[in-house]
């Protein structure tokens, strides 16, 4: 069998916490599975978010102590002769094998090997977590087992009740349908001082099956542990014969109940396939154990959830002389997935609905409130930032979805430029017709809006027979429309990862570009009833100093006016949703940025209670905190704008007299500050106008445009140089400023002169900034970055930044962490990622590929890293912090930005910068691979394009340039000169039609 990593004696290496992908196929109810490398390694597990949980979440620090006693445990008594496998008390060889969507733990003993295999049930109508215990009695001694968890949290317990009023919400729990030896786990109705109390029919299952016969089960674990309440042996078991604990008599309610069951053989080998889960009624259960209890049952849904992700990964199929860095390219994508969503198309490909995704909540990050939709074609839960970020690549490798993720962020941007914090996914509104639909079905689709999962609950639980192409049928008939909400603040670099977007898309779309940005008017202006003080409101003194407090305010008008008219989205004088062009949103977004540049011209202000990328120095808003990074990412934006504004555009009026408004104050600039007062007045004005209504639509001419757009560009070279003046050569990532003249009038502060600090260089402004200088001054800055404190020398990686010890605690909590820990000088593989694409993107290959050698997982030792290397970390500790034993140890893994940024760099790798171009009118595709030769297998290299294309080069002499290229279609072979694919077969690649690439390095 082949697993992707194996950890040896995993139990007795640092610890680390990981977890199971929660993707159960889109026929499937996902679970949300937490493991740690203690015990038998299951740590939590539960259904839709931690509330749900089935065994207690805990974070990983607890989970570590507790696991191995309160995870899963096993009993065995051989001859007689009491043994816990996997325990502490034990020594004993054991192994951990990885696979994307199981885990597998091993431990040779004198007598017995045994082997645990833990996956989710795909593809079914419930959910499960599948415990699949082997034993190997080689001498087929006399074997006792009691096998499974010592605590289940009824259904209807949730995870904060339990920690808080566990002994009480006893009082609510039952085990009933233990007679047909499949225990239900409920409370008997919801739990709370309530008026309407209603029975509760959902609950968690639990079985066992030895050669397809269940198993007797223990439900009340004081029959094993007796008195013993430390748990840290079975003493009834050890003490007494199974007949004997069989036959005491078990209470089913008012107890903290368990979930064992109790086998006696001498087999030589013994299987025993277990299964926890949810069921919205004890009934189904009952109706379907025959299936699901048995091996062949198991076996078969076992090898199915390794085929729904081994499906997946294959987009990305990577084959390259190094096994470990081809895997790690599958893993990234998985987890990539996993924050981001995996796009199913439906209706020839007209809509596009992501699956899978979750917010990164796990046992490190215990501070996230994930949540898995416990339906089938779930969709989790996500930040504006992390989704968006995580879907950058998603037209790489699936260029069918077309301007699906492009539409939905632009349309999320609002008027005054910001975002949204939390996006739920997108839900749907049937407008067809409901003559031929079942009347309960119709109904329910007048009456509500839903997700696919939902609807198929629906149909299921009502009894509804309906066809195969049943989703597809009702969502031909459907609008889709994003869900999102306003969450808290609005962080200044969500923004900065829309051209992101762009960039991909015109990267596979370069022929519709420009009909994109003016000939669709078709993009929405989300609307919030969340707004940005004016600062007559936000400007406070406290203790004796002028700060930028609770800058965020909520209308319940506004909140009341988009509730009553059911969405979201910003309307016109006549209350129609009004339709924008691409350029007039990013036009729209370019404006609203640029007159948040700080007093001195420099960054953007951190003007509504959040900072950006670095979420730890959230002190810098309070303090008139500003980001250079976002400067940067600004000029990004509108050289873009000003490369494509070749025609004129219409905008809506506030729009046009805000912009308008700026141009006059650029051309009459006196002084910074003169400037940057009358800019933030015109803002405040502005954000006032268009905060219920905007008015008519208003032309600009492409020459006024062109010039408003130089203008601004020009304002920002200016701060651009004077902050690299203030850098000492180098650019600073963050100012904060005091307020040291300033007039008090009625209550109001009226600012008159700020004084500009600096703080110790990040790496974070240095890798925005490559994106619009010059290759010099990228080589410099590389340089620069090497010899100072943010490389970490011991380790060879980047740090976030060099010591902040000399700053004051008002910066943010990063300032109060420990040096070499989360934002605090510590390796955010992220940012690290961030920059080595950059290094990449600048062609400073020889620079990459010596820093991917101690920077990427797959290069790593696991002593030092501590967990499996193909998964990222959130951060690594760097040798900044006190204990060296952590030095260069990896934690909270996987489900970062760092995925999107690896991928980018892998397409840039194995394909090339600009895939797609119009060179003389005609679409071309080009190869132009930056891959070093050390990754060719015997001069030979293979990937698939498009999720579709097998590519393969051929490369016998480290040769650069590729001369020759076979393309087959089917049974057709077309043979190309050179590296480009032009016209109809470049039409072809993009819309996955071609099966297979040859090129010829020479």
């Given at each position: 069998?082949?697993?992707?990593?194996?950890?040896?004696?995993?139990?007795?290496?640092?610890?680390?916490?990981?977890?199971?992908?929660?993707?159960?196929?889109?026929?499937?109810?996902?679970?949300?599975?937490?493991?740690?490398?203690?015990?038998?390694?299951?740590?939590?597990?539960?259904?839709?978010?931690?509330?749900?949980?089935?065994?207690?979440?805990?974070?990983?620090?607890?989970?570590?102590?507790?696991?191995?006693?309160?995870?899963?445990?096993?009993?065995?008594?051989?001859?007689?002769?009491?043994?816990?496998?996997?325990?502490?008390?034990?020594?004993?060889?054991?192994?951990?094998?990885?696979?994307?969507?199981?885990?597998?733990?091993?431990?040779?003993?004198?007598?017995?090997?045994?082997?645990?295999?833990?996956?989710?049930?795909?593809?079914?109508?419930?959910?499960?977590?599948?415990?699949?215990?082997?034993?190997?009695?080689?001498?087929?001694?006399?074997?006792?087992?009691?096998?499974?968890?010592?605590?289940?949290?009824?259904?209807?317990?949730?995870?904060?009740?339990?920690?808080?009023?566990?002994?009480?919400?006893?009082?609510?729990?039952?085990?009933?349908?233990?007679?047909?030896?499949?225990?239900?786990?409920?409370?008997?109705?919801?739990?709370?001082?309530?008026?309407?109390?209603?029975?509760?029919?959902?609950?968690?299952?639990?079985?066992?099956?030895?050669?397809?016969?269940?198993?007797?089960?223990?439900?009340?674990?004081?029959?094993?542990?007796?008195?013993?309440?430390?748990?840290?042996?079975?003493?009834?078991?050890?003490?007494?014969?199974?007949?004997?604990?069989?036959?005491?008599?078990?209470?089913?309610?008012?107890?903290?109940?368990?979930?064992?069951?109790?086998?006696?053989?001498?087999?030589?080998?013994?299987?025993?396939?277990?299964?926890?889960?949810?069921?919205?009624?004890?009934?189904?259960?009952?109706?379907?154990?025959?299936?699901?209890?048995?091996?062949?049952?198991?076996?078969?849904?076992?090898?199915?959830?390794?085929?729904?992700?081994?499906?997946?990964?294959?987009?990305?199929?990577?084959?390259?002389?190094?096994?470990?860095?081809?895997?790690?390219?599958?893993?990234?994508?998985?987890?990539?997935?996993?924050?981001?969503?995996?796009?199913?198309?439906?209706?020839?490909?007209?809509?596009?609905?992501?699956?899978?995704?979750?917010?990164?909540?796990?046992?490190?990050?215990?501070?996230?409130?994930?949540?898995?939709?416990?339906?089938?074609?779930?969709?989790?839960?996500?930040?504006?930032?992390?989704?968006?970020?995580?879907?950058?690549?998603?037209?790489?490798?699936?260029?069918?979805?077309?301007?699906?993720?492009?539409?939905?962020?632009?349309?999320?941007?609002?008027?005054?430029?910001?975002?949204?914090?939390?996006?739920?996914?997108?839900?749907?509104?049937?407008?067809?017709?409901?003559?031929?639909l079942d009347e309960k079905l119709a109904d329910y689709l007048k009456n509500n809006y839903?997700?696919?999962?939902?609807?198929?609950?629906?149909?299921?639980?009502?009894?509804?027979?309906?066809?195969?192409?049943?989703?597809?049928?009702?969502?031909?008939?459907?609008?889709?429309?994003?869900?999102?909400?306003?969450?808290?603040?609005?962080?200044?670099?969500?923004?900065?990862?829309?051209?992101?977007?762009?960039?991909?898309?015109?990267?596979?779309?370069?022929?519709?570009?420009?009909?994109?940005?003016?000939?669709?008017?078709?993009?929405?202006?989300?609307?919030?009833?969340?707004?940005?003080?004016?600062?007559?409101?936000?400007?406070?003194?406290?203790?004796?100093?002028?700060?930028?407090?609770?800058?965020?305010?909520?209308?319940?008008?506004?909140?009341?006016?988009?509730?009553?008219?059911?969405?979201?989205?910003?309307?016109?004088?006549?209350?129609?949703?009004?339709?924008?062009?691409?350029?007039?949103?990013?036009?729209?977004?370019?404006?609203?940025?640029?007159?948040?540049?700080?007093?001195?011209?420099?960054?953007?202000?951190?003007?509504?209670?959040?900072?950006?990328?670095?979420?730890?120095?959230?002190?810098?808003?309070?303090?008139?905190?500003?980001?250079?990074?976002?400067?940067?990412?600004?000029?990004?934006?509108?050289?873009?704008?000003?490369?494509?504004?070749?025609?004129?555009?219409?905008?809506?009026?506030?729009?046009?007299?805000?912009?308008?408004?700026?141009?006059?104050?650029?051309?009459?600039?006196?002084?910074?500050?003169?400037?940057?007062?009358?800019?933030?007045?015109?803002?405040?004005?502005?954000?006032?106008?268009?905060?219920?209504?905007?008015?008519?639509?208003?032309?600009?001419?492409?020459?006024?445009?062109?010039?408003?757009?130089?203008?601004?560009?020009?304002?920002?070279?200016?701060?651009?140089?004077?902050?690299?003046?203030?850098?000492?050569?180098?650019?600073?990532?963050?100012?904060?400023?005091?307020?040291?003249?300033?007039?008090?009038?009625?209550?109001?502060?009226?600012?008159?002169?700020?004084?500009?600090?600096?703080?110790?260089?990040?790496?974070?402004?240095?890798?925005?900034?490559?994106?619009?200088?010059?290759?010099?001054?990228?080589?410099?800055?590389?340089?620069?970055?090497?010899?100072?404190?943010?490389?970490?020398?011991?380790?060879?990686?980047?740090?976030?930044?060099?010591?902040?010890?000399?700053?004051?605690?008002?910066?943010?909590?990063?300032?109060?962490?420990?040096?070499?820990?989360?934002?605090?000088?510590?390796?955010?593989?992220?940012?690290?990622?961030?920059?080595?694409?950059?290094?990449?993107?600048?062609?400073?290959?020889?620079?990459?590929?010596?820093?991917?050698?101690?920077?990427?997982?797959?290069?790593?030792?696991?002593?030092?890293?501590?967990?499996?290397?193909?998964?990222?970390?959130?951060?690594?500790?760097?040798?900044?912090?006190?204990?060296?034993?952590?030095?260069?140890?990896?934690?909270?893994?996987?489900?970062?930005?760092?995925?999107?940024?690896?991928?980018?760099?892998?397409?840039?790798?194995?394909?090339?910068?600009?895939?797609?171009?119009?060179?003389?009118?005609?679409?071309?595709?080009?190869?132009?691979?930056?891959?070093?030769?050390?990754?060719y297998d015997n001069g030979e290299v293979e990937f698939k394009l498009f999720s579709k294309?097998?590519?393969?080069?051929?490369?016998?002499?480290?040769?650069?340039?590729?001369?020759?290229?076979?393309?087959?279609?089917?049974?057709?072979?077309?043979?190309?000169?050179?590296?480009?694919?032009?016209?109809?077969?470049?039409?072809?690649?993009?819309?996955?039609?071609?099966?297979?690439?040859?090129?010829?390095?020479?």
């Amino acid at each position: 069998m082949s697993y992707d990593y194996i950890i040896e004696n995993y139990d007795k290496n640092k610890c680390f916490s990981s977890f199971l992908p929660g993707i159960a196929g889109k026929n499937g109810i996902p679970m949300w599975v937490f493991y740690v490398n203690r015990g038998q390694c299951i740590a939590s597990f539960g259904i839709e978010n931690k509330n749900n949980a089935i065994m207690e979440f805990k974070p990983a620090d607890q989970s570590y102590t507790a696991t191995p006693l309160k995870g899963f445990r096993t009993f065995i008594k051989i001859d007689g002769e009491y043994y816990e496998p996997f325990s502490e008390l034990n020594d004993a060889k054991r192994e951990m094998r990885i696979k994307k969507n199981s885990l597998e733990i091993v431990e040779e003993s004198k007598d017995l090997t045994i082997r645990v295999i833990y996956f989710t049930i795909p593809n079914d109508n419930y959910a499960a977590l599948v415990r699949r215990v082997e034993i190997d009695n080689k001498n087929k001694k006399n074997l006792e087992i009691v096998d499974g968890m010592p605590e289940v949290l009824p259904y209807g317990i949730s995870n904060a009740l339990f920690k808080d009023m566990g002994f009480t919400a006893r009082a609510w729990m039952q085990v009933s349908n233990y007679e047909n030896k499949v225990p239900f786990y409920s409370v008997r109705t919801a739990v709370g001082d309530l008026e309407v109390v209603e029975e509760v029919t959902n609950g968690y299952f639990y079985f066992a099956s030895y050669n397809d016969e269940l198993l007797d089960v223990i439900y009340d674990k004081n029959i094993l542990f007796g008195n013993k309440t430390g748990i840290v042996e079975a003493y009834e078991f050890k003490n007494n014969s199974l007949e004997d604990i069989l036959s005491k008599k078990q209470y089913d309610e008012n107890n903290l109940p368990s979930a064992f069951c109790a086998l006696k053989d001498n087999s030589e080998k013994i299987i025993i396939n277990s299964m926890i889960g949810f069921s919205h009624t004890r009934e189904y259960i009952n109706e379907n154990i025959n299936n699901i209890k048995t091996n062949e049952y198991i076996v078969e849904k076992m090898k199915e959830a390794d085929e729904v992700v081994n499906e997946i990964v294959s987009d990305i199929y990577t084959k390259t002389n190094n096994e470990l860095f081809n895997k790690y390219c599958e893993q990234n994508y998985l987890d990539n997935i996993s924050r981001g969503g995996y796009p199913v198309l439906f209706n020839d490909n007209k809509i596009v609905y992501h699956i899978y995704s979750r917010k990164h909540g796990d046992l490190e990050r215990d501070y996230n409130f994930f949540s898995l939709e416990a339906n089938k074609y779930s969709q989790g839960n996500g930040n504006f930032r992390d989704v968006l970020q995580n879907r950058r690549n998603d037209i790489i490798f699936k260029p069918e979805i077309d301007d699906f993720n492009l539409k939905m962020f632009i349309n999320l941007i609002q008027a005054d430029g910001n975002n949204p914090l939390v996006v739920k996914g997108t839900v749907f509104k049937y407008n067809g017709n409901y003559d031929n639909l079942d009347e309960k079905l119709a109904d329910y689709l007048k009456n509500n809006y839903f997700t696919p999962g939902q609807l198929l609950t629906f149909v299921e639980n009502n009894g509804i027979n309906v066809e195969d192409d049943f989703i597809e049928n009702i969502l031909k008939d459907s609008i889709q429309l994003e869900q999102a909400e306003f969450g808290e603040g609005y962080w200044i670099d969500h923004w900065t990862y829309i051209m992101d977007l762009v960039e991909t898309y015109y990267e596979i779309y370069p022929d519709k570009i420009i009909d994109k940005l003016f000939n669709e008017r078709k993009f929405k202006i989300f609307d919030s009833h969340a707004f940005i003080k004016p600062r007559s409101e936000k400007y406070k003194i406290y203790k004796g100093k002028v700060m930028q407090i609770a800058a965020i305010g909520e209308s319940e008008e506004k909140a009341e006016i988009i509730r009553k008219r059911g969405h979201n989205y910003l309307v016109d004088k006549d209350d129609n949703i009004y339709n924008a062009t691409m350029f007039e949103k990013l036009l729209l977004l370019a404006v609203n940025k640029f007159s948040t540049l700080d007093p001195y011209g420099l960054g953007l202000e951190m003007e509504a209670n959040k900072p950006g990328w670095n979420d730890a120095l959230n002190g810098l808003p309070g303090i008139f905190g500003s980001g250079m990074s976002e400067t940067f990412e600004l000029k990004r934006l509108l050289l873009f704008l000003k490369e494509y504004c070749v025609k004129d555009v219409e905008v809506f009026e506030e729009l046009k007299e805000f912009i308008d408004n700026i141009n006059y104050e650029l051309d009459n600039f006196k002084d910074q500050f003169t400037y940057w007062n009358n800019i933030y007045s015109h803002k405040e004005d502005y954000r006032k106008k268009v905060f219920f209504k905007i008015g008519e639509r208003v032309n600009i001419s492409k020459e006024y445009l062109l010039g408003f757009i130089n203008k601004m560009i020009n304002k920002l070279d200016d701060g651009i140089k004077k902050a690299k003046e203030i850098g000492k050569g180098v650019y600073p990532s963050f100012f904060t400023y005091d307020l040291i003249e300033y007039e008090e009038k009625d209550g109001v502060i009226l600012p008159k002169r700020f004084e500009v600090n600096v703080l110790p260089y990040f790496l974070e402004g240095i890798v925005r900034s490559f994106k619009v200088i010059d290759d010099n001054e990228r080589k410099e800055l590389y340089k620069f970055v090497k010899e100072s404190n943010i490389y970490d020398k011991k380790l060879k990686m980047y740090k976030t930044s060099e010591s902040i010890m000399d700053q004051p605690y008002s910066i943010g909590r990063l300032r109060a962490f420990t040096p070499g820990w989360l934002e605090n000088e510590s390796i955010f593989m992220h940012m690290e990622f961030k920059y080595l694409l950059e290094i990449l993107k600048a062609n400073m290959l020889e620079e990459f590929y010596d820093d991917i050698k101690t920077m990427l997982p797959p290069y790593m030792k696991y002593e030092v890293y501590g967990r499996s290397l193909l998964e990222n970390s959130s951060f690594i500790v760097s040798s900044a912090n006190k204990n060296e034993n952590l030095h260069g140890q990896g934690f909270s893994a996987r489900l970062s930005g760092s995925t999107a940024e690896f991928l980018s760099m892998w397409k840039l790798m194995f394909i090339g910068n600009k895939l797609f171009k119009m060179e003389n009118n005609e679409l071309t595709f080009t190869f132009e691979p930056k891959l070093n030769y050390e990754f060719y297998d015997n001069g030979e290299v293979e990937f698939k394009l498009f999720s579709k294309t097998l590519v393969k080069y051929i490369n016998n002499n480290n040769s650069k340039e590729i001369k020759k290229m076979e393309v087959f279609i089917g049974d057709n072979k077309f043979e190309i000169t050179g590296n480009k694919l032009k016209g109809e077969l470049a039409y072809k690649l993009r819309s996955k039609e071609i099966d297979k690439i040859i090129c010829y390095f020479e």
